[in-house]
């Protein structure tokens, strides 16, 4: 799984949020809206999020097939915040 383990090209999305995407050096993903975490990583990998935070999830996210945006989604939604 992408979310744990990096694929596709794409880092691993703990090392950044954290190991149970709790938090870390980027914000907590865990127990968040699946809907809300679809349209971020739509939004990063479009470019319509171009702040200057966002430029390491846009080089991420653009790498990441529309079926592997969901499953993480899905994956970290249903983990405890």
């Known amino acids: ?8 090209g794409a880092q691993s999305c703990t090392l950044c949020h954290g190991s149970r ?5 980027a914000p907590p993903l ?8 679809v349209r971020q990583l739509a939004a ?3 470019g319509a999020r171009n702040d200057a935070g966002a430029a390491p999830m846009r080089v991420v996210a653009a790498k990441l097939k529309q079926r592997e945006i ?3 989604a899905a994956y970290a939604a249903t983990l405890r915040p």
């Not at 799984?1 to 596709?8: H, V």
């Not at 865990?30 to 975490?37: F, I, K, N, Q, Y």
């Open 1 to 8: 799984m992408i979310a744990l383990n990096g694929g596709a």
């Open 30 to 37: 865990a127990g968040r809206s699946p809907t809300m975490l």
């Open 70 to 72: 969901i499953d993480v």
């Open 44 to 46: 990063f990998a479009s």
């Open 21 to 25: 995407l709790q938090g870390g050096i």
